[in-house]
């Protein structure tokens, strides 16, 4: 039972436009996401964050928005560059009671960025 | 700075035998997980190690995965008897405040 859905494998977009990366969610016990990215044959990289708290995260072209109500989070890519092409990967972070912060992941989305 | 290192990079072995994957974390981070990617699929959990706490093994599928971390640093992921399932990349990370840093990961086929 999937807790933190991707539902799309792939997104392609032209370079210079907007990418939207998608993600959903099921356990209410989630306080804080992430996105990470992800290049061939190496490990996750940080990329943004928000807490439960907020509704919006902004980090130059990266901004990540968060409805709790709808258990959606997304992550807008502004503007699209061929070197942001990768697997983006959206975790979620329990309030377990015994911080120990483990991450539980989608499947991640294939963004691919066209020149 | 280093980052986290893991080895080895590839690992291909055949079905029934042992093996062990090693994590070397970034150096003060007291925190180290383990996860998995088997194809198509998520990272999943399997490890947790903070400080000279008892681990949280609740990500492991089967008392065949056992880890262990000496010193509170390097950190072994072993896998008995392997099987054909067992086929997966395997990550390591280790935590400073609320951010994981990621190894890039062994990837392990059983034949």
């Known amino acids: 039972d999937q807790q933190v859905k991707q539902n799309s494998p792939s997104l392609s977009v032209q370079e210079g436009r907007i990418s939207i990366l998608n993600c959903d969610y099921t356990?209410?016990?989630?306080?804080?996401f992430l996105w990470y990215k992800k290049y061939p044959a190496e490990g996750p990289t940080f990329l943004i964050s928000i807490s439960s708290i907020k509704d919006k995260n902004e980090d130059g072209r990266f901004t990540v928005f968060l409805n709790k109500s709808a258990k959606h989070l997304s992550l807008h890519i502004v503007p699209s560059q061929p070197g942001d092409s990768a697997v983006y990967f959206c975790a979620a972070q329990g309030n377990s009671g015994g911080s120990n912060y483990k991450l539980t992941f989608g499947k991640g989305t294939l963004l691919t960025v066209n020149p | 700075g280093a980052g986290v290192s893991q080895s080895p990079s590839n690992k291909v072995t055949e079905k029934g035998k042992d093996v062990e994957l090693r994590c070397d974390p970034i150096?003060?981070?007291?925190?180290l997980y383990w996860y998995r990617q088997s194809l198509g699929q998520g990272l999943e959990f399997l490890i947790y190690f903070q400080g000279n706490s008892a681990p949280d093994k609740s990500g492991l599928p089967s008392d065949r995965f056992s880890a262990e971390r000496t010193g509170g640093s390097v950190s072994t992921l072993t896998i008995q008897r392997t099987q054909q399932e067992d086929s997966a990349v395997y990550l390591c990370?280790?935590?400073?405040?609320?951010?994981?840093?990621f190894g890039p990961g062994t990837r392990l086929t059983v034949l």
């Open positions: 990370a280790s935590r400073s405040y609320n951010e994981q840093f």
């Open positions: 356990n209410s016990m989630f306080d804080y």
């Open positions: 150096s003060g981070h007291t925190a």
